[in-house]
């Protein structure tokens, strides 16, 4: 199953994206979807979680920020971000997740990352 990470670009402090991944397969709404993002020099780290209950996890850095959803008619997961700040500036990436109430204990379920999409946030 693939997953294909967009919406990405550069954006001024205190501005807004939307990062959707779409995925390929039927069975979609049945699993846990995550966002994650790679700084420079720094290691990936999960971002937000979302169950497939739609129960949420968020990193303490994004929360009241960010907000991840999904739409199973589209096989597509959502992130989006505002109050934009230069330490959010990462490639992020999508992938499935091993899905806990704490976001401690969630992890990747593959290690295939794919290209990701890049977020630049100016100051």
């Known amino acids: 199953v693939q997953l294909q990470a967009s919406g990405g670009g550069l954006v001024q402090a205190g501005g807004s994206l939307r990062l959707s991944c779409a995925a390929s397969?039927?069975?979609?709404?049945?699993?846990?979807m995550g966002w994650y993002r790679q700084a420079p020099g720094k290691q990936r780290e999960l971002v937000a979680a979302i169950s497939s209950g739609r129960g949420t996890n968020y990193a303490d850095s994004v929360k009241g920020r960010f907000t991840i959803s999904r739409d199973n008619a589209k096989n597509t997961v959502y992130l989006q971000m505002n109050s934009l700040k230069p330490e959010d500036t990462a490639v992020y990436y999508c992938?499935?997740?091993?899905?806990?109430?704490?976001?401690?204990?969630?992890?990747?379920?593959?290690?295939?990352w794919g290209q990701g999409t890049q977020v630049t946030v100016s100051s």
């Open positions: 397969g039927s069975t979609f709404s049945s699993y846990a």
């Open positions: 992938n499935y997740v091993y899905f806990r109430s704490s976001y401690h204990y969630t992890r990747p379920t593959n290690d295939y």
